[in-house]
C-alpha cells in the first residue's frame, strides 16, 4: 500500500532529485502547497504572494522505506534552521514545511524535530513547520524531474550535485 508525504525544503528541484531514486519511493512531484490561490503558477508562486511554500510529494511504500526515515533524510539535506530561505534561494515559498496527512505523521515528525533539537544535531533551533496537508498543486510540466532532465544546468551543477554526492556515498543502501 502505498502512502503519501510532502515536504517543502527550499526549491523543490533539489528536494525533488535527492527523493527519487530512494529504495521505496514510487513518485515524486514537485508542487505547490500551503498557499491561498487554487492553482498557482510558478510565477505566482515565485512573487510570494500566494503564500505556497515548493514542495514535493512523495509516493511511497511503508514496507520499504518509513515515513521517519524519509523525514531523517529531509533533514538531512536542507537547512531546517534558517525561515524562508535555502542558500540563495529566498522567501516563504523556499519555507522548510513538512505537510502532514495524518495524526500519525504529525506525531512522527514532530518526534524527529525534538529529538534532533535534543541532540544539537544543528547549531541553531528548527524552525522547520508542521502543518496539516491542504490542497496540492503539481508543478508545470518542466519543473518535473528537473534535475534528471537538467543535469548540466548551471544551477543544477551548483546546488543538486553536490547534495546527490552525499546521497550516493552516505546513503547508498537506500538507493534502487
Known sequence: MTELATIAG???WCVEAVFEPLKGVDKVVSGYIGGK???PSYEQVCSGATGHAEAIEIHFDPSVISYRELLELFFAFHDPTTRNRQGPDQGTQYRSAIFVHSPEQRKTAEAVIRELDADKAFPAPIVTEVSDATEFYAAEAYHQNYYRNNPDKGYCQAM????MAK????????LR
Open 37 to 39: 490561490r487554487p492553482n
Open 167 to 174: 546521497l550516493r556515498s552516505t546513503y547508498a543502501e537506500k
Open 10 to 12: 527550499g526549491c523543490f
Open 160 to 163: 543538486i550535485s553536490p547534495k
